[in-house]
């Protein structure tokens, strides 16, 4: 059973950097794809970044593209989000996820299966 336990949120002044942790146990983790989600307050949950298995390939959604930063560490089974120069429009809940299959491509929400509970951050104005 995949688990996924993230860390790292908490309440930020606009400018302001937050490292996201997502720590992961149950399948393999160096043979999957993760990403990060987000869901605002009465908004739909949305792609923010995702990083392959090998970390070679990285994406990001145009809103966060230049202040994010993923990455991942597969020796530690943990992957990262380093989120810089927020914004208030950067406040959400935070979650991260693993892809269905191991060693395929692609960050579209119905392609991951497991996630996590999620991990609030609030930027201030």
């Known amino acids: 059973q995949v688990q996924l336990v993230e860390s790292g949120g908490g309440l930020v002044q606009a400018g302001g950097s937050l490292r996201l942790s997502c720590a992961a146990s149950g399948r393999t983790f160096s043979m999957y794809a993760m990403g990060w989600f987000r869901q605002a307050p009465g908004k739909e949950r949305e792609f923010v970044a995702a990083i392959s298995w090998s970390a070679v390939t990285t994406v990001y959604a145009d809103s966060v593209k230049g202040r994010f930063t993923i990455s991942r560490d597969n020796a530690k089974d943990t992957v990262y989000l380093q989120m810089n120069r927020l914004k208030p429009e950067d406040t959400a809940v935070y979650y991260c996820?693993?892809?269905?299959?191991?060693?395929?491509?692609?960050?579209?929400?119905?392609?991951?299966?497991?996630w996590g509970q999620g991990t609030r951050v609030t930027v201030s104005s």
């Open positions: 996820a693993q892809h269905t299959t191991p060693y395929e491509w692609g960050y579209h929400i119905d392609l991951f299966d497991s």
